[in-house]
Structures are given as structure tokens and as C-alpha cells.
T-cell receptor, first 114, second 112 residues
Framework: AQSVDQPDAHVTLSEGASLELRCSYSYSAAPYLFWYVQYPGQSLQFLLKYITGDTVVKGTKGFEAEFRKSNSSFNLKKSPAHWSDSAKYFCALEGRDSNNRIFFGDGTQLVVKP | NTKITQSPRYLILGRANKSLECEQHLGHNAMYWYKQSAEKPPELMFLYNLKQLIRNETVPSRFIPECPDSSKLLLHISAVDPEDSAVYFC????????????FGHGTKLSVL
């Protein structure tokens, strides 16, 4: 079985602050992990993915994420945050034996105040 | 994003039958249907990889997917239910493992 947990349904911070959105996963082997962003009324856009190797992966729009096997986490980070980063962020997992099925966490709604 | 097109954009139905269409111009081998209800994450309904169907067994039988060729995906819905109100996203990927998804703009279905 595999699952993704995003414990923070909402995060609010001020522009210029550092943002970190939390994601933890449960999977019996090393997973493939992704972050996607969804702006209001739009579809999902890919930000970055972790496959193997380096624990910090860089993505689009200035985001990066750190994979920590020790606590099964894959947190998304950006500094500084900009008001245009306000959106819903989804962490997703693909298991190595899942036949390309990708499962999404519940998402974190981020509000960055100008 | 014109690389994956979905039609229609909006659909308002009573208890009727309807089909959603999707076409991708990326040369991908895998195509997906996701359902996103309000304030929820996308939930995988069906996946075709090289035209082999993998289904989410929790999806009601009134939803029937069809993949006439590797670039097209259809979702036939018979006798829609109010709980079917959601945005239905088509997505595609290369079909190899750990590849990102490309999403269409979605079809918003409202059931009266």
C-alpha cells in the first residue's frame, strides 16, 4: 500500500518569507515523488520530481524539495515567497510497482500576503 | 496548454448519458482520467498504458473509458448522479515509470 500525507491544509505567510510545505509518504520501497501546483480555476502543473540520488531536487518557478528517507518526507521549499505563489500544492507518489499509477495527497492551500 | 485538449469545457446534465473527450499531441503512451471534486485532490479513475486498461475498482460502473488510439481518450458516463459533479482531468505521460504527468484543462461537470 502507498499513501501521501500533507498535514497542513492551509499555510499563510507574508511575501518575502521562506515557505516550506510538508509532505510525508508511506511506501514499502523507495518511491518516486512529485510536487504539482494548481492555481485557482486551472489544471495541475508539474514543479519537480525525485527519482533517486541527490536529496535536494530543483524544479520550476524557483522551487526545490528535499527528500529525507529517515523520516519519509519530501518537503517543498522556496525563498523568498512571492504573492504569485498563492495556489494549492499537491505532493504525489508513484510506486515502483504501481503500473504508472500516481497518487496525490490532499493538498496544501498556500496564501502569500503581499 | 494546447498539447492536451479536452472537450467540452463545461457540461451541465440531468440524468443523461454523455461522453468526455481528450486528445494529446505529445506522442505519449499513457493516458489517464482523474476526477477532482471540490476541495479534493485528483483521484485516479482509469489509466491506459499502450492501450492496456488499468482501472480504479472503486469507480462506479456507469463510467466507461475508451481508448480508440494512443492519442485519444474518451469517458462515457451513463445516467449521471449528483455525486459525479466534479472536474474531470485528462492527463498523459510517456508511459515509462517516474515520468511527470501533463494535464488537460479539465471538463467541469455539473449534475442537476
Amino acid at each position: 500500500a502507498q499513501s501521501v500525507d500533507q498535514p497542513d491544509a492551509h499555510v499563510t505567510l507574508s511575501e518575502g518569507a521562506s515557505l516550506e510545505l510538508r509532505c510525508s509518504y508511506s511506501y514499502s520501497a523507495a518511491p518516486y515523488l512529485f510536487w504539482y501546483v494548481q492555481y485557482p480555476g486551472q489544471s495541475l502543473q508539474f514543479l519537480l520530481k525525485y527519482i533517486t540520488g541527490d536529496t535536494v531536487v530543483k524544479g520550476t518557478k524557483g522551487f526545490e524539495a528535499e527528500f529525507r528517507k529517515s523520516n519519509s518526507s519530501f518537503n517543498l521549499k522556496k525563498s523568498p515567497a512571492h504573492w504569485s505563489d498563492s495556489a494549492k500544492y499537491f505532493c504525489a507518489l508513484e510506486g515502483r510497482d504501481s503500473n504508472n499509477r500516481i497518487f496525490f495527497g490532499d493538498g496544501t492551500q498556500l496564501v502569500v500576503k503581499p | 496548454n494546447t498539447k492536451i485538449t479536452q472537450s467540452p469545457r463545461y457540461l451541465i446534465l440531468g440524468r443523461a448519458n454523455k461522453s468526455l473527450e481528450c486528445e494529446q499531441h505529445l506522442g505519449h503512451n499513457a493516458m489517464y482520467w482523474y476526477k477532482q471534486s471540490a476541495e479534493k485532490p485528483p483521484e485516479l479513475m482509469f489509466l491506459y498504458n499502450l492501450k492496456q486498461l488499468i482501472r480504479n475498482e472503486t469507480v462506479p460502473s456507469r463510467f466507461i473509458p475508451e481508448c480508440p488510439d494512443s492519442s485519444k481518450l474518451l469517458l462515457h458516463i451513463s445516467a449521471v448522479d449528483p455525486e459525479d459533479s466534479a472536474v474531470y482531468f485528462c492527463a498523459s505521460s510517456s508511459g515509462t515509470i517516474n515520468e511527470r504527468l501533463f494535464f488537460g484543462h479539465g471538463t467541469k461537470l455539473s449534475v442537476l
